[in-house]
């Protein structure tokens, strides 16, 4: 199975402190509510629907993940492309 | 950055004093320093303490820690010194900056250890700050007396960053660090701290004054009485030094600078004059006939026993060195430090030869005014720390790191990196040799104490390391 992965950040539970910023700023962007939103590329725009997903470039999908792992909102999810099971966040096992 | 060049040093056989230093009158009389002598009212009167923690402590420039510890942006680490509380962060790629650790709306402290942050968020009322300090989030802001942003941002302390340290200063007005430093950066330039990493970061607490915390390591006239295994081929055999064994001591005179000073571990007393340097081929084990076998094992016993200051390379160098061929015209000292080259140059180091005058220059052991020791070495060194602990001035946090230079190809790699602490140095694996070190900080406490005693009698060749921390200290605590 490839280890492509998708994120998405549950907005209701953000509390816009801007770790995953931190961790990847070609990922995750502010909004103008001061919530944590996604893009698909460093330069692209952000998603602005709600619980909206962006594939991760190889590249970040540990930064991404770290950013899952440290979010204190407990908000970032990182599903699998393949088959949508999450490996890091709230929902991970 | 142009930085302006000490007077020149103050070597062996005579008690420091510099240009610019208190004059005696200006001391009340019960902490005033003598020729070569130290009144114990430095050590044991809190009141002292709370004068060092008031003037010296606030205008000095502190190691906070590492930049390997601030990997990333958003990564931060606490400082406390006295009863105050610093957060050292990673503000971008290429900052660090420092804070003082407080609310400003009723002064909670915002971080506590060590972690990854977005932002500074206080755990009370939820204020925010960005990484650059300014202010995010004030709740109901509009029900507060009109601030500006820049009341409500957080307050600087400086930072700045030498061979991979970070410290910081609470004095706005101190000289730049690399000025305070002098003549330390150009002193330590062959031993490429930048390219260091922390092995290991032990802290203990210590029942003894912070400065006699770090007194045990500013010389080296108590390796006969503290480590008589350290030249023995049986090193675990620690009965006290025979008077034959004491004969052999080597000799370590210090040097003091205006500011900073050290001591340097040139060889046995009796083979050597006060002109000579440290040399690193010039170490061995007595009675042991074979030079090579000597040579080899007392590396490979400060690697096992130490874990520092040598290293996994260092060690199979002199395993090799054991039934290696020395050439013709070198000794076996000079034959390891080749094999060591080496090793590390083929195992991707940048390993540039040093010549013998740097390392003369460089000796054996630093105290980096005020609370600060570092051992110049390559490719391996240990720095030692020690603060006050609280207001009980018989009691200090000390703690060792295990500094290794670490392959090009790894200078941009982060690494993960938890310290240890232990309440009792006993539980802290720290091998013999800190073992035998750490078990004087009592003693010496409790010797302090009786009525008997009233002062440090230091030697003037081989104890000046002490006597200068305390001359430099007097520049801060009585001066306004
Ligand atoms: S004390 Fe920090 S927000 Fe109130
Ligand atoms: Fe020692």
């Known amino acids: 199975m490839s ?16 770790l995953c910023i931190q961790y990847a700023p070609e990922v995750f962007e502010f909004g103008g509510d001061g919530l944590a939103y996604v893009k698909e590329h460093a330069d692209g725009e952000r998603l602005s629907e709600a619980g909206a ?9 540990l930064e991404v993940i770290d950013a899952a792992d440290g979010c204190p909102g407990n908000c970032i999810h990182v599903v699998r492309r393949e088959d949508g099971a999450e490996i890091a966040g709230p929902d991970a096992n | ?4 060049i000490e007077s020149q040093p103050r070597l062996t056989g005579q008690t420091p004093w510099f240009e610019g230093d208190v004059p005696a009158e200006a001391v009340p ?22 004068l060092e923690l008031e003037k010296v402590f606030t205008r000095t420039w502190l190691v906070a820690c590492r930049e390997e510890e601030l990997p990333g942006v958003g990564n931060y680490v606490e400082y406390e010194i006295g009863s105050h509380s610093v957060i050292v962060v990673r503000e971008s790629r290429t900052a660090v900056s420092a804070y003082y650790n407080a609310c400003r709306h009723r002064g909670t402290r915002l971080a506590k250890g060590r972690g990854r942050v977005g932002s500074l968020i206080c755990p009370f009322h939820g204020w925010r ?12 802001r509009e029900e507060f007396v009109p601030r500006t942003d820049e009341d409500l941002g957080l307050v600087r302390v400086r930072a700045e960053t030498w061979g991979g340290f970070v410290f910081i200063t609470m004095d706005p007005n101190a000289m730049p660090l690399l000025e305070y430093l002098d003549p330390i950066p150009r002193i330590f330039e062959p031993f490429q701290y ?6 290991w970061q032990k802290g203990v607490i210590l029942p003894c004054n912070w400065k006699t915390a770090l007194d045990g390591f500013l010389e080296a006239y108590h390796v006969a009485g503290t480590h008589p295994q350290l030249f023995r081929f049986d090193k675990s055999n620690t009965n006290i030094a025979s008077l034959a064994e004491l004969e052999n001591r080597v000799w370590s005179p210090t040097t003091t600078y205006e500011r900073h000073a050290h001591y340097s571990s040139i060889g046995q007393k009796k083979n050597t004059s006060a002109d000579a340097g440290k040399d690193p081929t010039a170490r061995g084990t007595n009675d042991v006939v074979d030079p090579r076998l000597s040579v080899a094992l007392s590396v490979q016993y400060i690697a096992d026993d130490m874990r520092g200051l040598e290293n996994d390379r260092s060690w199979r160098a002199a395993q090799a060195l054991k039934t290696a061929e020395v050439p013709e015209g070198m000794n076996a000292g000079e034959y390891m430090l080749q094999l060591y080259r080496e090793l590390s140059v083929a195992e991707g180091y940048d390993w540039p030869e040093i010549p013998a005058e740097k390392w003369a220059d460089a000796g054996t052991a630093w105290n980096v005014f005020p609370n600060t020791i570092l051992l110049p070495n390559q490719g391996s060194s240990f720095m030692y720390r020690a603060r006050p602990n609280g207001d009980d001035p018989d009691s200090c946090v000390f703690e060792i790191f295990s500094l290794d230079q670490v392959p090009v190809a790894d200078y941009g790699r982060k690494r993960d990196h938890q310290p240890e602490f232990f309440e009792d140095f006993r539980d802290a694996d720290l091998g013999e040799v800190f073992t035998q070190d750490l078990m004087n900080a009592k003693e010496v406490t409790v010797g302090m104490h009786s009525p008997s005693f009233d002062g440090h ?24």
């Open chain 1, 3 to 18: 280890d492509d992965v998708r994120v998405w950040i549950d907005q209701k539970l953000c509390t816009g402190d801007g």
């Open chain 1, 53 to 61: 997903r962006a594939d991760v470039p190889e590249a970040l999908r």
């Open chain 2, 1 to 4: 950055m142009s930085v302006s």
């Open chain 2, 29 to 50: 009389e019960k902490y005033r320093l003598d020729r070569a002598y130290v009144p114990k009212g430095r050590y044991l009167d809190p009141e002292f303490l709370k």
């Open chain 2, 129 to 140: 700050w960005n990484l650059d300090g300014s202010i995010r989030l004030v709740l109901d």
């Open chain 2, 194 to 199: 930048q390219n260091m990493r922390i092995r």
């Open chain 2, 457 to 480: 009698r230091l030697s003037e060749d081989q104890e000046m390391t002490i006597y200068n921390h305390h001359r430099v200290a007097d520049r801060y605590l009585w001066s306004e």
